[in-house]
C-alpha cells in the first residue's frame, strides 16, 4: 500500500432527500453509502465541473464522433465560447 490520502465520503439517506429536496434529479443523486477517492494528482487550472442533462451531453458526443472530433467536452467550449463573443459583440 502506498502512502497515499484516499478521501472517504459517506452519502446518508437524508444526505439524498436534501438532494431530491433542492431539484437534483434521480439519475444525479449517488449511491448510499461510503465511498473512496485518490485526491487529484494535478489540478487543471481554469476548469469547473458542470452537470449537463444526459440528452444534451449525448448530443454533443453524437456530432463529436461524427466530425471525427476527439473531445465532445472541446465542441461544448467552442460553441459555449461562439455565443460569448457574440454576446461580448453585441453589448458594445
Given at each position: 500500500?502506498?502512502?497515499?490520502?484516499?478521501?472517504?465520503?459517506?452519502?446518508?439517506?437524508?444526505?439524498?432527500?436534501?438532494?431530491?429536496?433542492?431539484?437534483?434529479?434521480?439519475?444525479?443523486?449517488?449511491?448510499?453509502?461510503?465511498?473512496?477517492?485518490?485526491?487529484?494528482?494535478?489540478?487543471?487550472?481554469?476548469?469547473?465541473?458542470?452537470?449537463?442533462?444526459?440528452?444534451?451531453?449525448?448530443?454533443?458526443?453524437?456530432?463529436?464522433?461524427?466530425?471525427n472530433i476527439?473531445?465532445?467536452?472541446?465542441?461544448?467550449?467552442?460553441?459555449?465560447?461562439?455565443?460569448?463573443?457574440?454576446?461580448?459583440?453585441?453589448?458594445?
Amino acid at each position: 500500500m502506498t502512502d497515499e490520502k484516499i478521501i472517504e465520503v459517506e452519502v446518508t439517506a437524508e444526505d439524498l432527500e436534501k438532494m431530491r429536496a433542492e431539484g437534483l434529479d434521480e439519475a444525479d443523486l449517488p449511491e448510499l453509502g461510503i465511498k473512496r477517492y485518490r485526491p487529484a494528482r494535478h489540478i487543471i487550472k481554469n476548469k469547473v465541473a458542470v452537470l449537463l442533462d444526459a440528452d444534451i451531453a449525448e448530443h454533443f458526443q453524437k456530432r463529436a464522433e461524427e466530425e471525427n472530433i476527439s473531445s465532445f467536452q472541446s465542441r461544448i467550449n467552442q460553441e459555449l465560447r461562439q455565443i460569448m463573443e457574440r454576446e461580448k459583440v453585441e453589448s458594445l
